[in-house]
């Protein structure tokens, strides 16, 4: 076991990133090169795990994509097998661990889609797809890795049943890996990602978490995902190619429904609709935050509102990207790692990610609370640090009006719906 400062040959070790039954991972500092790199090394006396390493190293440098892990170097050093790879910042499986919005998530499974995708088309199959496999680098920029066990596909492919026994298909672990066992595995990966449960045999649909998972994907999606996961390999997709192929299909027509919506919302740029959102932007996307636009009009909204203020659509923005780190699992708009609660549903309580405070700009009221006094955003409806509910109405910069029902700030002039409350707004 190497040690913190050690050196060994040109890389000074910082420290150990993970053990397993047949190597060690270590984070360390290429002293020539001047980069930070991952050091992967076989334990002492392990010949069968130095065989796959070698392996691993022939087999990724077949495969150049921009979503598998790179080689940077292979060489033995003090009778040690070192492979030098790309080092990320975390692995998928701990990236899964917290709070992730549905467009993250979206493009997450599309770039291990395409990883697994390029080692099918070059007859590899990968025979460990698992969350701890998939690479984080800056950026969201996801990366496969670990090709150990890979096999090269043949007429007949004879091989043991390797691989991660939480993901493993049915007849990979009999000793009979196909294409469709990395497809069924990426299906669990990706079942996982968006629902928060893994699957357990049988495998039956509906599966555990299948209401979470409705909760955030559309049912074309969720169809995808079950097709991944039969247990019959002729009943799944013939390889990852395939499957991408139908979660592209997918997102393009998404992509076409959402012009389509932005084209019928407006005949033309100087559309009534088109400059009443302008002037609404220019007026009040900096009080407001509205830099997100609504899920069935494309008017734009901020991700604190509970209804779209044009067309009285539930939670308009949900899916969008954040600018807070993090996403609550229930209602999936923005919060911060040190938050206790979600601020604006009243979902569960979250798993504390970090005893550290985080100063925001954005802070401008405090909870009404006296145990609390913790510092609220603006339209918070529940404290993130205490969730008491916040009782004094919030107020629109720059607006005199109030809605009739619950009194928080409305833009009276341009809204037809108070976006906290979906009252109607009636212009007298």
């Not at 000793?175 to 893994?198: A, E, H, I, N, T």
């Not at 389509?260 to 740029?269: D, I, L, P, Q, V």
């Not at 985080?358 to 918070?380: E, I, V, W």
Request: charged share 25%; glycine share 6%.
């Amino acid at each position: 076991m190497l040690r913190a400062r050690q050196k060994i040959d040109k890389y000074r070790i910082i420290g150990r990133i993970a053990s397993g039954p047949l190597a060690d991972v270590y984070r360390a500092f290429d002293t020539i090169q001047k980069m930070r790199v991952a050091l992967k090394i076989p334990k002492s006396g392990d010949a069968t795990g130095e065989e796959e390493f070698l392996h691993e190293v022939q087999v990724a440098t077949k495969l150049k994509h921009p979503n598998i892990l790179s080689v940077l170097n292979a060489t033995y050093i003090d009778k040690h097998f070192v492979i030098a790879m790309e080092l990320g910042d975390e692995s998928l499986a701990d990236r899964i661990e917290r709070r992730i919005s549905t467009t993250r998530a979206m493009d997450l499974a599309g770039q291990g889609l395409a990883a697994l995708a390029h080692a099918h088309e070059h007859r590899i199959i990968h025979c460990d797809i698992k969350p701890e496999n998939f690479i984080l680098f800056p950026g969201n920029k996801l990366k496969l890795g670990d090709f150990g066990f890979a096999k090269l596909s043949l007429r007949t492919l004879k091989a043991s049943g390797s691989g991660t026994i939480d993901y493993i298909a049915p007849e990979q672990a009999m000793g009979r890996p196909k294409f469709q066992s990395d497809v069924f595995s990426m299906g669990l990966v990706l079942y996982r990602l968006f629902s928060g449960k893994l699957p357990e045999w049988p495998f039956t649909w509906p599966a555990v978490g299948h209401k979470q998972l409705m909760a955030r994907v559309r049912p074309e999606f969720a169809e995808v995902l079950r097709k991944a996961i039969q247990l019959d390999p002729a009943k799944r997709f013939k390889d990852a190619t395939q499957m991408q192929a139908a979660f592209e299909r997918l997102s393009s027509h998404a992509r076409r429904q959402k012009r389509a919506r932005t084209k019928n919302g407006g005949r033309s740029e100087s559309s009534w609709r088109q400059l009443q959102w302008r002037e609404f932007q220019r007026k009040y996307r900096k009080v407001l935050h509205t830099g997100h636009h609504c899920r069935r009009c494309e008017g734009p909204v901020a991700e604190s509102m509970q209804a779209c203020p044009w067309c009285g659509f539930d939670n308009p923005a949900r899916g969008s990207e954040s600018s807070l780190s993090s996403s609550c699992p229930r209602c999936e708009r923005g919060v911060k790692n040190d938050w206790s609660y979600c601020s604006w549903c009243y979902g569960p309580g979250f798993v504390e990610e970090t005893t550290r405070r985080y100063p925001d700009k954005h802070y401008q009221a405090q909870c009404s609370n006296t145990r609390c006094r913790g510092p609220l955003m603006p339209f918070m409806r529940y404290c993130p640090w205490c969730r008491t509910k916040v009782r004094r109405p919030w107020k629109i910069a720059g607006s005199r009006h109030s809605c009739k029902a619950c009194h928080w700030g409305i833009a009276k002039e341009f809204w037809n719906y108070c976006a906290w409350c979906r009252e109607p707004v009636r212009r007298e």
